[in-house]
């Protein structure tokens, strides 16, 4: 790894930064994604993808950019946007208790905020991601919705789009023009589950059909299906410099003073 790594605590989360190799010559300020859970897509200890994107900056085909990972306080609360039963009977599961609302406002009003005063970072939209997967790709693509103004490029990996009242949620509202969304599903995930899960291909082949007549233009969406995947942590990793391509391929974006 040439970039560099912190460890930062505000607003009562642990941040996991990552600065660019070049971050303390940037000649002009970085594109900023938001990674939730914890940043376990790009932490070198989990898997190698810094190492991926590092030779993406090298060969000039994705910008370096600036990656904030934040840990949650309790994902299946803060990581849904309504409260909802619980998958299945039993003291090990939870109900969902509908917390998205309140910590993306934490995370739009006070982590981003000190972000951007403490790095140098272009604050618009379009040079402004965030990502997840699972429920993590479920409170990313939320975002689109309640902060389209903030957040510009959404990464939504094996979102959890059988949620309850989440797709109906899509179907009646419109993104903004110009929203950059990337969306993935394994082709194996939901099949074998007896619970909402099992609607995890039908209604994410539903939610990518609506955010298709939404989108202005059709470079906007980038949907796929990743045959023989399941919903696991490995096929994750290996999805995501892919994603970063896609979201922040350096031909999509225009980088202030960039020469």
């Keep these: 790894m040439k970039g560099t790594l912190l460890i930062e605590r505000h607003a009562g989360r642990e941040l996991l930064i990552y600065l660019p190799p070049s971050y303390e010559h940037a000649s002009y300020p970085?594109?900023?994604?938001?990674?939730?859970?914890?940043?376990d897509l790009?932490?070198?200890?989990l898997n190698g993808n810094i190492y991926h994107l590092e030779l993406r900056f090298a060969a000039g085909t994705l910008p370096e950019l600036i990656m904030i990972g934040i840990t949650p306080q309790d994902r299946i609360h803060?990581?849904?946007?309504?409260?909802?039963?619980?998958?299945?009977?039993?003291?090990?599961?939870?109900?969902?208790?509908?917390?998205?609302?309140?910590?993306?406002?934490?995370l739009t009003h006070e982590i981003k905020p000190w972000v951007d005063r403490n790095f140098y970072t272009d604050p618009r939209p379009?040079?402004?991601?965030?990502?997840?997967k699972s429920l993590g790709g479920l409170v990313s693509l939320f975002a689109a919705y309640v902060y389209p103004e903030v957040f510009g490029r959404i990464g939504a990996m094996s979102a959890s789009?059988?949620?309850?009242?989440?797709?109906?949620?899509?179907?009646?509202?419109?993104?903004?023009?110009?929203?950059?969304?990337?969306?993935d599903i394994g082709s194996l995930e939901g099949v074998q589950k007896q619970n909402r899960q099992r609607l995890m291909q039908s209604l994410t082949n539903e939610a990518a059909v609506i955010l298709s007549r939404n989108q202005q233009q059709p470079d906007q969406l980038y949907f796929v299906r990743r045959e023989g995947e399941d919903h696991?942590?490995?096929?994750?990793?290996?999805?995501?410099?892919?994603?970063?391509?896609?979201?922040?391929?350096r031909n999509t974006i225009r980088l202030l003073n960039e020469k």
């Excluded at 970085?30 to 940043?39: A, M």
């Excluded at 790009?42 to 200890?45: E, L, M, S």
């Excluded at 998958?87 to 609302?101: E, M, V």
């Excluded at 096929?235 to 391929?249: G, T």
């Design 30 to 39: 970085l594109p900023v994604v938001y990674v939730q859970d914890s940043g």
């Design 42 to 45: 790009f932490d070198p200890i």
């Design 78 to 106: 803060e990581y849904t946007p309504w409260s909802a039963q619980k998958l299945q009977p039993g003291r090990h599961y939870d109900h969902f208790g509908g917390r998205a609302s309140q910590y993306l406002y934490t």
């Design 126 to 132: 379009e040079c402004t991601g965030i990502i997840g």
């Design 161 to 183: 789009l059988w949620y309850e009242g989440f797709v109906e949620f899509m179907a009646e509202r419109e993104l903004l023009p110009g929203l950059r969304v990337y969306m």
């Design 232 to 249: 696991e942590e490995d096929s994750f990793y290996r999805r995501f410099p892919e994603m970063m391509d896609w979201l922040f391929a």
